[in-house]
């Protein structure tokens, strides 16, 4: 965690503009490009060093292919990318290979993001060797102290993956991710797969990683519980866009877009005493990403939405508490309650 | 009173290669109509083993090996293969966490849903048709008629988890077993879906056993809650005093691990130590005794039983013993 008041003045780590990650729907034996799914469609945000940014939203609203994008697993259709203040986007071959180092994800399933055939041991050292983070002799050595840092015995090198539980499985994750000393991990659901008791332990290795290390992080997750726990500020993320942006306290207490509301009021809280709260159950699905309407994203979903809603696209604005919404400001109608 | 479901010590057994698995063990518990139990517990701790024991879909290596599954009045866990086919998406219905696991990728929702109300309510095809479509519109699926006509892949998750919910409610079951019915869904789906259940539950007095690992909907949706360790059940109580008052240090541990989205800022989880032992290891004595913050040598060695705290509340630890002792 990073002191609010001291974080305006400092350069941020990561900075993002206007990125825009599309994927193109292929079709028959000629792979005919028939449209585009706009996955990730203009967004913008910083990361200050030390700090956590949440990324939360719904299914398929492009958190994973922003997290791809910026380790280069996908291409960005446009916008710039600003790592270290080097353009990571448009960066020649060998200075990417140096940025790659600095920036790491780690994955939500831990099943499968490790190779079953290879042993602990290697799956750790290779990278090591690749980059040459420290001498031949010494490579064993840090791969003992890696596994200290992920609380692992020193033991379990010689074991193969499926040998592991789920939650240790995932600190051999978060173990690979840290072996080239990254400035900055991306976290993919890191927690979302695993039983609530094993899930705080790894939310506590977490923090406790980035005190010592000085970590930056990206927190992508749909477990509000989680990302409000790690996280320093949130971006809440609609389909393709980030539409509200702020500090953890302020998401929570304050939330200004329709559906950063609907998300909160929708979460379960874990008190039986709480549940005849007023919920605010907005009705459909998710519109389909590759069909998307002019306007509003949210505004087939959306209880406030106005006709202006319908035809012209709302900016993120604002400078404390950026909203992306034409109706932040219509404050009585939320108070009649909106059910399902 | 009686119950419309009763276990009465189950122990469900699964043949391996070498030798035969224990994978539920003692489960005990009633349910009555119009009313929720939560099942939760870790993965693995067996709640779907204990409701695929219920609606006898074990498979061919599983196995009922001890215990009653008493519904209305019929042992279920003596009952032969072809009654259960009559008992099964008639009396009792099943939500399954993959909504794929009950829907037919190569035949329309509207095919599946009529053969089935069909099958179990005596209705013409059309009758059946015009039911179908009533059963989708309640759960809110938008343009039902056309939907008749798709196939399963066609639909997103939430509106294919509405489908099989719309499917397992179509016969009114008086039982619904819901395997995690929302844990795949997004918080704003999930939060129409277990919305409909409430009030399905309200209009028919379907009896619903609700399981999931997540406390918040537990909270939301239980009024009796079951806590499961290892292929038992470590506490059982109404759900305001299992939140309140939780008795079984497993069940403190699972409360005290939830990052909670109502508290300020929360400067450390409190987490488990350790993982849950396998069916092929289990530990002497108490099965939680390797992580539990309160062992004792007799932890180490005898095996508690579930001891009854009051008349609604039980947990399976020694310190309901000790604590008694002490206040005697
Ligand atoms: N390789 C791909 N090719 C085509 N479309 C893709 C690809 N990967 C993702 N998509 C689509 O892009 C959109 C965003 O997907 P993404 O995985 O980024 O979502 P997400 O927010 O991470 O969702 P989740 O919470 O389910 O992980 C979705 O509509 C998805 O179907
Ligand atoms: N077909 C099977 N053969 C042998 N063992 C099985 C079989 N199915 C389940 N088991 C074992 O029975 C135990 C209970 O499994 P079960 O599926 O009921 O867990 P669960 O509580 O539903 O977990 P989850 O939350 O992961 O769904 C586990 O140890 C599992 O490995
Ligand atoms: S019986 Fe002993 S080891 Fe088991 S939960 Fe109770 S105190 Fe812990
Ligand atoms: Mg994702
Ligand atoms: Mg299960």
Redesign the interface.
Known sequence: MVDAFTVENIAPLLRVENLKTHYSIKKGVFSRNVGSIKAVDGVDFHINPGETLGLVGESGCGKSTVGKTLVGLERATAGNVFFDNKDILSGSGSEMKKVRRDLQIIFQDPYSSLNPRKRVKDILEEPIRVHRIVEPQLVSKRVDELLELVGLPRAFKNRYPHEFSGGQRQRIGIARALSLNPKLIICDEPVSALDVSIQAQILNLLKDLQKELNLTFLFIAHGLGAVKYISDRIAVMYLGKIVEIAKTEEIFMNPQHPYTKALLSAYPIPNPELRSKERIIISGDVPNPSNLQKGCNFYSRCPLAKSICRDEEPLLKGEKHPVACFAVNDEKKWNAGIRL | MKHLLEVVNLQTAFQSEKSEIIAVDEISFTLNAGETLGIVG??GCGKSITSLSIIGLLGKKGRVKKGNIYFDNEDLAQTSESDFRKIRGNQISMIFQEPMTSLNPVFTIGNQMIEGIKLHMKLSTKEARSYAIEMLEKV?I?RAEEVMKEYPHVL????RQRVVIAMALACKPKLLIADEPTTAL???????I???MRNLKEESETAIMFIT????????M?DKVIVMYAGQIVEEAD??TL??NPKHPYTQ??????????Y???E??????G??PTPQNMPKGCRFHTRCPYVTEQCKQERPDLFQINDTHKSRCWLVKTEKHNKE
Do not use: N
């Not at chain 2, 997103?156 to 509106?159: A, C, D, R, T, V």
């Not at chain 2, 690992?213 to 939301?220: M, P, Q, R, S, Y």
């Not at chain 2, 450390?268 to 130590?273: A, K, M, N, W, Y």
């Open positions: 870790e993965s809110r938008p997103s998750g939430g509106m997004d918080v704003t789906i999930q939060a129409q277990l919305e409909l690992h997540d406390l918040g909907v537990i909270a939301e239980a759900v305001f939140f309140k541990g699972l409360m005290a691990s939830i990052p909670h989205i109502e300020e800022e929360e450390r989880l409190s987490s488990i130590p993982t849950v």
